[in-house]
Structure formats: structure tokens, C-alpha cells
């Protein structure tokens, strides 16, 4: 599926500031190889049902065996494991005799303490590589976690790491037992470690994944096979909140565009994201935050949210809402399966500018069938000249006043809201106070 990087950043899938991140949000990994792997699983969302249907089968097997994965590879194992090879030391003999033994201990004393605490980290990674190839080699799992169980066992095959899984944790190793799998791991396992960690990091990743739907209480989505676009969410909410409200929320052909209203702080920019945000975790094969989705297979994801001017290029702030509208326009022309997203267009610009570009664009992209839109605004008033279009839906967030104080529902309510709240917040913070006494 497609996203580029402007939605990737609209969408907070991966952030600047990471603690406000989708990927901090699902980051459960335990390595930073594991970390990597789903950065690259969440940079490439899945473009077919099969492999969305594949990583779903995975998450969905993970999960069943999570208390039982095993914790003892750490990111410390990681890291000394590869500062093992990493580090230049002296050649580490083959005999391991009690003569040789002991000069190595005297004469290449750092080497051989790097040594003894590296064999202790590699005897934890294959015992923790041998649990998961039990654990992912079951007659249900996915034949992708087979083929990755089929070949930790091959790795392990030699008879070093064998006698290493023979050692309980904990157990102590003798100073030439030390120097004898030091040798051989220098020698004769790298290529072998490297293609480990490498499955190790993958599993990690799937690890992380399957923990987040447990830990968030995640659904997985069903996937409508159709030639045209359609979502259908019950109860479906934004991932990033501690506390958030759910929606429930159709389109389709008879439905495509959905025009939505409300005040400032009323939800509108959280409703948006929490459905793009959704669409993108189904097409990563992850479970969602709803009670159900519904969703057929999208080609991308196009929003328009947080436009910026750039000074360096000498470009306003309605300008570059032009020219992200303009590309919008160009992508989704393609007869494509698109979710176009849009909040507060032209806000750049004079309201009486603002309606009339937004009707314009509004109306164009109303032809536009094989996509999905919503779109976000303060102008109501144009309401009424697009209500005669019958694919044109009308939702709105609710604002009250109690007590002189703002009372947000943040429920989804049909219909348009007039609401404009902007002076009334003003001045209940005393800025129109402060001004008059200036």
C-alpha cells in the first residue's frame, strides 16, 4: 500500500518526538535488531490480501504461545555477541590442553575475560533460538515460521552448539571448555550467528506486534475482497490516547465522501486520524483498535493535514495546501483504491477565498469513485451547495457551554455544525481581558 512520507508524518506513524509514535506505541521489542525489523515491517504496508492474511497467521501464532516465548536473549546478549566479533583479540588456541589453557589465561588475560563472558551470552541465544524453533514449528503455524524453525535447526546442527544447549543456566564453564567454544565461534559460527540474529530480529519484531494486540486489547480486521473501497468500523478509536472515544463510521460507493464540521477542539482532526491510522495497522497484517473493521484491500493512503509554509523556498502556507491538494488530485486520478484524508482545507487563505476554492475542490473530487474521502472544515456555510450530491455524507462533533465552560461529547452526530467557538475561548481565557487593559 502506498503512504507517503507527508501522511507517515500527518498520521504520527513514525515521529520526530518517537514517544508520540505509532511505532513507539507497538515498539515491544527486546533488541534493537528487533527494532529495525519493525521499523521495516511498518515502512512497507502490505499491497496484496495474501500477504496481509500471511502476517496476520503470524501475529495470530505469537500470540497463542506469548507466555511461553523465551526472555533470556536480551539486548545486552545481542550487542556482546557482536562485540565478540567485532573486537580484535589474539588467535585463540585449538588445543585446548591444561598448558595451553593456562598461558592463554596469563599472557592474553583481556582477551581471554572477553572470551569467557561471550561464551556464557552465545550458550543463552542458541537455547533461546532452539525454544522459539519449538515454538514456531507446530502443525498450525504458518509455513513461513516452519521454514524460519527449519532453518534455526540447520544452523544448530553443528556439535559445538549441541554441547552448548547442554549447559543449564547458570552452569559454569571450565576455563578450556571456554577457549574450545571461543574457538569455534570465532572460527566456524559467524556466518551462521549472522543469519540467526537475523531470524532472531524478525521474530522480535512479529514478538512486538502480537505483544501490542494483546497489550491494547487489538481486533484484527476482515478484509472484503471488492473491486471498490469500503470501510465499515464499529466502536474504532485512535491508538495513541489513554483514554479515547470510539466511533462507528461507513463508506462505499454510495457513500464516499464524508464532509464533517464541528468547533475547534471538538474532534474532528482525532476522528480522521484514528480511521487512517486504522486502515494503515490492517494493511500491516496487525490487529486494530476497534470492536470490528470491516475494510477491502486500499492501494494507499492520502492525507492532508499538517501543511507548513517554507520560508527557505519562499513558499506560503497556502501555497504548499495548493500544491498538496494538486498532487492529491494526480494520485488518486489513477482509477485506484485510495483513502484521501483532509483537515481544515485552505486554512491559508480569507474565508470567502477558502469557500470557494473548497467548493471547487470539493466538487471535482466528488467524481473521483474508486476513493474514499473525508474532509474536515470550519465552513459550514458550504454545506448547503454540495447537499444535493448523493454520495455526500454530513457529520458533525457537538459543542456545549455549561457554566461558562466548553463541554466537549466527542460523539459523531449526522448533520452540520454551525458552532464557531474561537472569540468565546478567548475570552474565557482572559486574552481579550488582558488586552483591554493593556
Not at 543449564?168 to 549472522?194: C, I, P, Q
Amino acid at each position: 500500500m502506498q503512504i507517503d512520507k507527508t501522511t507517515y508524518n500527518d498520521l504520527s506513524i513514525f515521529n520526530a518526538e518517537e514517544t508520540f509514535s505509532v511505532f513507539h506505541k507497538l515498539n515491544f521489542t527486546r533488541t534493537g535488531g528487533g527494532k529495525q525489523w519493525l521499523r521495516h515491517i511498518m515502512g512497507e504496508p502490505f499491497d496484496t490480501l495474501d500477504k496481509i492474511q500471511e502476517n496476520q497467521h503470524i501475529i495470530r501464532h505469537i500470540l497463542s504461545c506469548l507466555d511461553k516465548w523465551p526472555l533470556s536473549v536480551t539486548n545486552g546478549t545481542m550487542i556482546m555477541m557482536e562485540r565478540f566479533y567485532d573486537t580484535p583479540i589474539d588467535p585463540i588456541p585449538r588445543s585446548t590442553g591444561f598448558f595451553n589453557t593456562l598461558l592463554y589465561k596469563l599472557l592474553h588475560s583481556p582477551d581471554y575475560g572477553l572470551i569467557r563472558y561471550s561464551v556464557i551470552h552465545f550458550r543463552d541465544f542458541i537455547a533461546g533460538m532452539q525454544q522459539l524453533a519449538l515454538l514456531i514449528d507446530t502443525p498450525q503455524a504458518p509455513a513461513r515460521l516452519q521454514t524460519l524453525a527449519s532453518r534455526i535447526r540447520m544452523l544448530l546442527l553443528h556439535r559445538q552448539p549441541q554441547d552448548l544447549l547442554k549447559k543449564k543456566t547458570g552452569e559454569k564453564f571450565s576455563a578450556g571448555e571456554n577457549l574450545y567454544y571461543g574457538h569455534f565461534l570465532r572460527t566456524a559460527f559467524k556466518s551462521h550467528y549472522t543469519e540467526l540474529t537475523e531470524v532472531f530480529y524478525q521474530l522480535d519484531a512479529w514478538y512486538a506486534m502480537a505483544t501490542a494486540v494483546e497489550r491494547y486489547k487489538l481486533s484484527f480486521p476482515e478484509f472484503i475482497v471488492s473491486d471498490e473501497p469500503f470501510i465499515k468500523a464499529d466502536k474504532i478509536c485512535h491508538i495513541l490516547l489513554p483514554q479515547p472515544v470510539s466511533y462507528n463510521i461507513s463508506l462505499s460507493p454510495r457513500s464516499n465522501f464524508l464532509f464533517l464540521t464541528g468547533a475547534n477542539m471538538a474532534g474532528k482532526s482525532t476522528f480522521i486520524k484514528s480511521l487512517g491510522v486504522a486502515v494503515y495497522l490492517a494493511h500491516l497484517g496487525m490487529g486494530v483498535p476497534a470492536e470490528k473493521l470491516q475494510l477491502s484491500l486500499f492501494d494507499g493512503i492520502l492525507s492532508n493535514i499538517n501543511v507548513e509554509d517554507n520560508i527557505v523556498k519562499g513558499e506560503s502556507f497556502f501555497f504548499n495546501e495548493v500544491q498538496r491538494i494538486k498532487k492529491t488530485i494526480l494520485t488518486i486520478s489513477n482509477g485506484k483504491k485510495w483513502l484521501v484524508l483532509i483537515d481544515e482545507l485552505f486554512k491559508g487563505t480569507n474565508i470567502q477565498d477558502a469557500m470557494r476554492c473548497s467548493l471547487a475542490v470539493i466538487k471535482g473530487l466528488i467524481r473521483i469513485k474508486g476513493s474514499l474521502l473525508i474532509l474536515s472544515t470550519h465552513l459550514y456555510e458550504i454545506g448547503d451547495e454540495i447537499k444535493a450530491y448523493p454520495t455526500i455524507s454530513f457529520k458533525y462533533f457537538e459543542t456545549g457551554i455549561q457554566n461558562d465552560r466548553l463541554v466537549f461529547s466527542y460523539q459523531l452526530k449526522d448533520g452540520i455544525s454551525n458552532d464557531r467557538l474561537g472569540y468565546f475561548i478567548l475570552k474565557t481565557e482572559k486574552v481579550v481581558e488582558l488586552l483591554e487593559n493593556l
